[in-house]
């Protein structure tokens, strides 16, 4: 169970992580639209998992790979931007979130029945 303070700093990294994006989809990714879903972070809030559902692209799991390919202007940026709230800005880890595949694909089994 998470403490309260890493749901706060989880939300925190969000939002931050989310305009992040939002701002240089063009550069970092290609003009594909990536929302970010989910975060987890550690209890010593070093550590976070980025879970990014990613949509207007053919390859998604390519998406992800340029997330990490841009990882030091990612950090960087999120280091200006939350320095003054946290003591430890976290090391991130990107997965893809195929959850609204996954109930999409469920859907689809659904009305097939």
Do not use: C, W
């Not at 990612?74 to 430890?88: A, E, H, M, T, Y």
């Amino acid at each position: 169970m998470e403490s309260v303070r890493q749901q706060k700093v989880a939300r925190l990294l969000q939002k931050e992580l989310a305009e992040i994006f939002r701002s240089n989809a063009q550069s970092f990714f290609n003009k594909a639209f990536v929302t970010v879903t989910i975060v987890r972070v550690s209890p010593d809030l070093g550590y976070a998992k980025v879970y990014l559902s990613v949509m207007a692209a053919k390859d998604k799991l390519s998406v992800v790979k340029m997330a990490e390919d841009h990882y030091p202007q990612i950090r960087r940026q999120l280091g200006d931007n939350i320095r003054k709230q946290v003591r430890i800005i976290p090391e991130l880890a990107f997965f893809l979130d195929d959850s609204l595949d996954y109930a999409e694909n469920i859907e689809n089994l659904l009305k097939k029945k």
